[in-house]
């Protein structure tokens, strides 16, 4: 895939993704039951992935059905069942929240990332040991996590920015 088409894919989940965030707070605030509205959404995902995949593997002429070997199921319902209990604590935790913190909590995506593969191992993240160019791309990594994080914590926990959602009218709490 080249670079730009990579980027511009990047760019497009980020923005779906927090486009997202505020639409779940407004669901959400609406009443809408979290786990309902979780349990819709997830479907709705794993059969638009269902989908990609068929139509990925006929445009590559593949004849192969999809399969999985049973320790990939278990690992797929693992997964799925994160994801889900993640969907729902996160819509719990944005009913009580402003939009912008809603927004905002993009910010953290990469950080649980980045936590969740090192702790598999699928992304290496050596931090004393190793060349130069590593040992430089795993403190860029966490840097780059920590500005955002700090950004993130600094504009939901910053008096100014709950002054004015207060003159908006759009504070939860009224």
Not at 6 to 12: G, K, N, S
Not at 120 to 129: D, H, I, K, Q, T
């Given at each position: 895939?080249?670079?730009?088409s990579?980027?511009?894919?990047?760019?497009?989940a980020n923005?779906?993704?927090?486009?997202w965030?505020?639409?779940?707070?407004?669901?959400?605030?609406?009443?809408?039951?979290?786990?309902?509205?979780?349990t819709?959404?997830?479907?709705?995902c794993a059969v638009f992935?269902?989908?990609?995949?068929?139509?990925?593997?006929?445009?590559?002429?593949?004849?192969?059905?999809i399969r999985?070997?049973?320790r990939?199921?278990?690992?797929?319902?693992?997964?799925?069942?994160?994801?889900f209990?993640?969907?729902?604590a996160?819509?719990?935790?944005?009913?009580?929240?402003?939009a912008?913190?809603?927004?905002?909590?993009?910010?953290?995506?990469?950080?649980?990332?980045?936590?969740g593969?090192?702790c598999?191992?699928?992304?290496?993240?050596?931090?004393?040991?190793g060349s130069?160019?590593t040992?430089?791309a795993?403190?860029?990594?966490?840097?780059?996590?920590?500005?955002?994080?700090?950004?993130?914590?600094f504009?939901?926990?910053?008096?100014?920015?709950?002054a004015?959602?207060?003159?908006?009218?759009?504070?939860?709490?009224?």
């Open positions: 895939m080249p670079t730009g990579a980027h511009a894919a990047v760019l497009t923005i779906i993704w927090a486009a965030n505020v639409a779940s707070r407004a669901l959400v605030s609406s009443g809408t039951n979290p786990v309902v509205f979780a819709y959404r997830e479907i709705a992935l269902l989908l990609v995949t068929m139509a990925r593997r006929q445009c590559s002429g593949s004849e192969k059905a999985f070997a049973p990939e199921w278990s690992l797929l319902l693992l997964c799925g069942s994160v994801l209990s993640f969907q729902v996160f819509l719990l935790g944005v009913g009580g929240a402003d912008t913190t809603a927004g905002l909590s993009i910010l953290l995506v990469p950080l649980i990332a980045l936590i593969t090192a598999l191992g699928w992304e290496p993240l050596p931090l004393c040991r130069r160019r040992l430089i795993s403190w860029a990594k966490l840097a780059g996590i920590a500005c955002a994080f700090c950004g993130c914590a504009l939901i926990l910053s008096p100014a920015a709950h004015s959602v207060a003159e908006d009218g759009a504070s939860p709490q009224q």
